[in-house]
């Protein structure tokens, strides 16, 4: 099977962008949970998607077998879930800060 890598780069707008409460980015679908809606912010030098405690939806542009995420959180715990193609939901729950880098 041929691996092929798709990315959502916030990098690309200017800081404080606003982009909620739905947005499409790189055929990637956002949308908001909660309110405020989400922007572009830059922190250490790295810009990214910044996103209400309510949470955020992504729906990737197809199905996969695998999903390599890249999280900055300020110190606060997050929780991430993904449904399987049978509507299955799993999820994963992070504590401070995790960058995969």
Known sequence: MTTIHLCAEFGLFPVNTPLGPNFTLSSFVFRD???PASFVKETAGEKGLKFSQA???VVLPSAVKGVDLRVGT??????????TSQEALSQ????????GI
């Open 74 to 83: 300020f110190a606060d715990s997050m929780t991430i879930s993904g449904k």
């Open 92 to 99: 994963l729950k992070l504590f401070q800060r995790l960058m």
């Open 33 to 35: 949970l909660g309110t």
């Open 55 to 57: 949470g955020l939806e």
